[in-house]
């Protein structure tokens, strides 16, 4: 059974930093690409960082892509996202998602109910 617990979420002010994080057990971890999702208030899920099983290979949505940095560690069943000059858009409740069979790579993991998250708020 495939669970994905996230932690690291809170209240930061606008420029600031959060390291969120994700362990995952249940299916064969080093082996899989991981992906993190968010989720705005009233909206739907968004894709936002991939990475690969080795680590070595990353994508990012534009609006992400010189702020945030997706990393794993195999040994410990690990994903992270380091989120630096944090603004109210990227407000939201923040998902790790793995890649199952048939999914696109490598912007997955919005299709599926996901765990329970951690909730991310930018806020003066």
């Known amino acids: 059974q495939v669970q994905l617990v996230e932690s690291g979420g809170g209240l930061v002010q606008p420029g600031g930093s959060l390291r969120l994080s994700c362990v995952a057990s249940g299916f064969a971890f080093s082996t899989t690409s991981m992906a993190w999702v968010r989720q705005a208030p009233g909206k739907g899920l968004e894709w936002v960082s991939t990475?690969?099983?080795?680590?070595?290979?990353?994508y990012y949505t534009k609006s992400v892509d010189d702020r945030f940095t997706i990393d794993r560690d195999n040994s410990e069943r690990m994903v992270y996202l380091q989120m630096d000059y944090l603004g109210s858009g990227d407000t939201g409740v923040y998902y790790c998602?793995?890649?199952?069979?048939?999914?696109?790579?490598?912007?997955?993991?919005?299709?599926?109910?996901r765990g329970q998250g951690t909730q991310v708020t930018v806020s003066s």
């Open positions: 998602a793995e890649r199952q069979l048939g999914d696109p790579f490598p912007k997955f993991g919005t299709r599926r109910p």
């Open positions: 990475i690969n099983p080795e680590g070595k290979t990353k």
